[in-house]
């Protein structure tokens, strides 16, 4: 999805196994295993709900920051600590439907 601002996004979901909303949430306030500027996003964004974590990242070729983020050793050991917070393997959800108001002002 590409936003207003030419940035694009993507997110990722993550069903967490039963009990485990307590512990993504330590995880979350400890900060992010990696340099958000440094790795090219201009955002990223993390939802909890009871069972399921939902990535957000945004921000120039964003799918292929999120590739070169998983696929560095270095940094992605650092998310082997949701290892055992998750049931199955997280999925990248593509954009179904985009409404944007007409009368919408960057910032506003």
Do not use: C, K
Request: proline letters at 6%.
């Amino acid at each position: 999805m590409e936003n207003r601002d030419g940035a694009e996004s993507v997110v990722v979901v993550a069903r967490l196994r039963p009990g485990s909303r307590e512990r993504a949430g330590q995880i979350l306030a400890e900060g992010t295993p990696y340099n958000v500027d440094d790795a090219g996003f201009r955002r990223h964004s993390v939802y909890l709900a009871e069972e399921t974590a939902v990535f957000l990242f945004e921000g120039p070729l964003v799918g292929t920051l999120v590739r070169d983020l998983a696929n560095d050793p270095a940094r992605s050991a650092a998310f082997s600590v949701w290892g055992p917070l998750l049931d199955g393997t997280p999925t990248i959800a593509q954009e179904a439907f985009h409404w944007q108001a007409a009368n919408s002002v960057a910032g506003g």
